[in-house]
């Protein structure tokens, strides 16, 4: 079994930035390939930003350029950066650990002045 947690979300003033974070423990061992999605009200749940394992990273069009994936391998944790936060941003973001039904519980971010 896979745990995976998420954190850091939050209600912020649009323009402004959040960082969530996505530890993962269990069964798990080595660098694994890991996604954020989001599912806003009433939508499906949408692909924002992934990173391999390897390191290459991939972005939702719609992110491109204000969030950023990263991870700290020796914590097993993988974090989104999020600037210039924008209300359409406002949904339940969640972690995946990729080609698994492992999911975290999601964060809840809202972007509202």
């Known amino acids: 079994q896979v745990q995976l947690v998420e954190s850091g979300g939050g209600l912020v003033q649009p323009g402004g930035s959040l960082r969530l974070s996505c530890a993962a423990s269990?069964?798990?061992?080595?660098?694994?390939?890991m996604d954020w999605y989001r599912q806003a009200p009433g939508k499906e749940r949408e692909l924002v930003a992934g990173?391999?394992?390897?390191?290459?990273?991939n972005y939702a069009d719609s992110v491109k350029g204000r969030f950023t994936i990263s991870r700290d391998n020796a914590k097993n944790t993988v974090y989104l950066q999020m600037n210039i936060l924008k209300p359409e941003d406002t949904a339940v973001y969640y972690c995946?650990?990729?080609?698994?039904?492992?999911w975290g519980q999601g964060t809840q971010v809202t972007v509202s002045s």
């Open positions: 995946n650990l990729r080609f698994s039904s492992y």
């Open positions: 990173i391999s394992s390897g390191g290459r990273t």
């Open positions: 269990g069964s798990i061992s080595g660098i694994n390939s």
